[in-house]
């Protein structure tokens, strides 16, 4: 037994302090990025720490740290606190709280290691449809250098938030960082059918993702002779099945395809569509498949639309290259788990992270726990604090060789 029961109050208190910012009347809780529940989520976080002892501050994009050290180099610890509309409370609050977790062991231990805990702005891309952009501003990561037009689900810029805030959307990178690490829910089955407690990720998959515009001709469809039509939304029928076909046939790879929108035009029970418009999701670690998804996918689209008779076009919305984790890291929990007796496994992650941002200006590493059935971003997602605190021992015992 790892945990004391010390441990597991104390993990749960954290949970409680946040349960209820953002409810909604089905269950879940919608936390937007840059909203007034996100920022009651930083609220209550920068509290925490100031009761643990430690310094808080902002940054100029809005990001909360805990920091126990005014050393110049540091660990940083780091995870989320938005959500999805209508999502889980665990997404990016375990790593949060793991973060918080290892703040007291180094305090109740006496341990003087350097760390700060950071709550990164609007991970999700819910609310601007762009994802990770309090990590990747502070980062200079380049996907993430013209967010500034993007619109909130409420109709604002997100330049005049920053502007009323006082925020920049170009802000002094990140300095003295020596090592980042996160902890999130695996938001998959795998370690859960596996009976593993902890993930070490070794690589995070790179999307790439399209609108596909599919263009017809709109017209009566009492009136229109089968055979004169030219339906937008049948071809885009046959394109979705084959994206699906691209992408089980490429899962050899551990890649994946997905039309998640479809937006079809006029959308009236007796107009036959004439302008329809697929969002496509392609995600992978290997990048020669992720090239050869985005190629089939525009090939067969092509074909499909001459025989039909309509037009097609691609529109590529944005593309991040499969990011790997540091080796020496990934070896060192590794090691941690086994001396703390914690199931373990080394494992990609198909979804995107904040440790994505710091890959590239330090070493940085991610570990999962797992959630019951892999369900998240829904209101049933679920993990048990038993696990967070797994999943937080495996980075204190690894966090622990570097103390001073």
Not at 196 to 219: C, K, M, W, Y
Not at 223 to 243: F, N, Q, V, Y
Not at 310 to 324: A, R
């Amino acid at each position: 037994m790892i945990h004391t029961i010390e441990d597991i109050a104390f993990a749960e208190e954290l949970f409680d302090r946040f349960y209820n910012v953002g409810s909604t009347g089905t269950g879940g809780v919608t936390r937007l990025g840059y909203s007034k529940e996100e920022d009651e989520m930083h609220e209550i976080f920068a509290s925490i720490g100031e009761e643990l002892g430690c310094k808080c501050y902002h940054d100029e994009v809005g990001n909360t740290f805990v920091s126990n050290t005014d050393e110049a180099e540091y660990t940083l610890i780091g995870s989320h606190l938005d959500s999805v509309i209508d999502g889980g409370r665990y997404d990016g609050v375990s790593g949060i709280i793991t973060g918080l977790l290892i703040l007291h062991w180094l305090k109740e231990n006496n341990i003087n290691l350097p760390l700060k805990v950071v709550a990164f702005r609007c991970e999700e891309s819910s609310n601007f449809g762009r994802c990770t952009i309090g990590s990747g501003l502070i980062t200079k990561e380049i996907y993430k250098h013209d967010v500034g037009d993007c619109v909130s689900k409420a109709g604002e810029r997100l330049k005049d938030i920053f502007d009323s805030r006082g925020y920049s959307l170009q802000p002094q990178i990140i300095r003295g960082v020596k090592q980042y690490f996160e902890l999130h829910i695996e938001q998959g089955k795998v370690l859960e059918e596996y009976g593993d407690q902890v993930g070490i990720v070794s690589t995070i998959a790179g999307p790439r993702r399209f609108n596909l515009h599919i263009l017809g001709q709109a017209e009566h469809s009492g009136a229109t002779p089968m055979d004169m039509r030219s339906d937008a939304l049948c071809g885009a029928a046959e394109i979705i099945l084959e994206i699906e076909n691209i992408g089980r046939e490429e899962s050899l790879y551990s890649s994946v395809a997905t039309v998640g929108v479809v937006q079809n035009l006029p959308n009236a029970l007796n107009v036959i569509p004439g302008d329809v418009t697929l969002g496509v999701d392609m995600r992978g670690i290997d990048s020669e498949s992720l090239e050869r998804m985005e190629t089939r996918m525009k090939n067969t689209a092509k074909k499909i639309c001459a025989r039909r008779g309509l037009t097609f076009y691609k529109e590529k919305i944005n593309e991040i290259p499969p990011i790997g984790m540091t080796k020496e890291l990934q070896e060192r929990l590794c090691k941690a788990a086994k001396q703390l007796h914690i199931s373990h496994r080394v494992m990609p992650s198909g979804a995107g992270h904040d440790a994505m941002s710091f890959a590239n200006i330090c070493d940085t590493a991610m570990l999962f726990i797992p959630c019951e059935k892999g369900i998240s971003h829904n209101k049933k997602e679920f993990t048990t604090i038993e696990s967070i605190c797994d999943g937080a021992r495996v980075l204190f015992e690894c966090l622990k060789e570097d103390a001073q």
